[in-house]
């Protein structure tokens, strides 16, 4: 089936920039998510990019999206230890848009 | 909007016991999903219902699973009998236009089958 792919862990220091990397495989791929779940929470959805976009940009946030290598990222600016969260990718396809495909979360540790 | 609500939060049955999960979806979201999550799975799709049909149900593990939505602002995931082999957390999320911008999650149900 097709795949979406993230690294599990990445750990940087407070106010530094944080970068969260996720490949997927299907090319029909039209919507793509990042999400944030914290201890004991669901998921919160963060932002999303449409693929005929190549960045968004919302506060500390920017998320880009090379369509032609099938490589989205998230980018914090200034992280902070509440940003310290498992983070999750997600795609939806044009011909399924209603079913979300999840990459396994990269878990983002914010040092002091 | 106090957003998607389930209960319980937590459950902690024994194998063999019915265990019935409930989810109020936000008001006026069309769609509703089912969520397990794992460490070894991660987050599969169980189950999803538009304007309270099940639309796609091939994510649900064996028939010990059902899921219903007997109006727009309740549904309930039910296993009987459960298993160890169940022991997630279960999530529910509803949406407006399916999946176009994304989901609200509940803050889920961990259940425990001993």
């Known amino acids: 089936g097709e795949d979406v792919e993230q690294s599990l862990f990445l750990s940087v220091r407070e106010g530094d920039s944080s970068v969260i990397n996720c490949t997927y495989t299907?090319?029909?791929?039209?919507?793509l998510y990042w999400y944030k779940q914290e201890p004991g929470a669901g998921l919160q959805l963060l932002t999303y990019?449409?693929?005929?976009?190549d960045m968004k940009q919302d506060q500390r946030l920017t998320v880009l999206l090379n369509k032609k290598d099938k490589h989205l990222s998230l980018r914090i600016a200034d992280t902070q230890t509440g940003d310290s969260a498992i983070y999750f990718c997600?795609?939806?396809?044009?011909?399924?848009?209603?079913?979300?495909?999840f990459g396994a979360g990269t878990r983002l540790t914010v040092k002091p | 909007d106090a957003g998607v609500i389930q209960s319980p939060r937590h459950e902690v049955t024994e194998m063999g016991q019915e265990v019935t999960l409930r989810c109020k979806p936000i008001?006026?979201?069309?769609?509703l999903f089912w969520y397990r999550q794992t460490m070894m799975r991660g987050l599969e799709l169980l189950i999803y219902?538009?304007?309270?049909?099940?639309?796609?149900d091939s994510g649900m593990p064996e028939d010990r699973f059902s899921a219903k939505m007997p109006n727009a602002s309740f549904s309930t995931l039910k296993i009987q009998p459960s298993e160890p082999r169940d022991s997630a957390v279960y999530f529910c999320?509803?949406?407006?236009?399916?999946?176009?911008?994304?989901?609200?999650f509940g803050s889920g149900t961990r259940l425990t089958v001993v």
């Open positions: 299907d090319s029909s791929s039209t919507y």
């Open positions: 008001s006026g979201h069309d769609y």
């Open positions: 997600a795609e939806s396809t044009s011909y399924n848009n209603n079913d979300m495909r």
């Open positions: 999320a509803s949406s407006l236009s399916g999946a176009r911008e994304g989901y609200t």
């Open positions: 990019i449409f693929s005929n976009m």
């Open positions: 219902f538009n304007n309270n049909v099940p639309i796609d």
